[in-house]
C-alpha cells in the first residue's frame, strides 16, 4: 500500500497538491498544456487532468483559473 506524504496544508486541502501537480505537468508536457487550454468546461479539464492521474475537482479548478498557465489569465471565461 503506498503511503502519502502531504504537509500539514496540503493533508487539509488535498487539492492543493491535484493543483501543484496539475501546474507541474502544464509547464512540463506542451501537449497537455494545449489539451487544458482547449477545453470548454472545468469539467472537462477535470476529466482530463483525472485520465493524468491528477484527481481535481472543477470547482478548485475555478477557484485557480488564474494560477495555472503563465500570465495569471483565466484558463476558462467567467
Known amino acids: 500500500m503506498a503511503t502519502c506524504n502531504l504537509s500539514a496544508p496540503e493533508a ?3 487539492s492543493t497538491a491535484a493543483l501543484h501537480q496539475l501546474k507541474e505537468l502544464v509547464e512540463r508536457d506542451t501537449v497537455f498544456s ?4 482547449a477545453t470548454a468546461t472545468t469539467e472537462d479539464a477535470a476529466r482530463l487532468a483525472a485520465e493524468h492521474g491528477i ?3 472543477p470547482e478548485a479548478l475555478w477557484r485557480h483559473r488564474g494560477m495555472l498557465v503563465s500570465g495569471g489569465l ?5
Open 12 to 14: 487539509a486541502h488535498p
Open 74 to 78: 483565466p484558463t476558462w471565461r467567467g
Open 55 to 57: 484527481p481535481v475537482t
Open 34 to 37: 494545449q489539451a487544458l487550454s
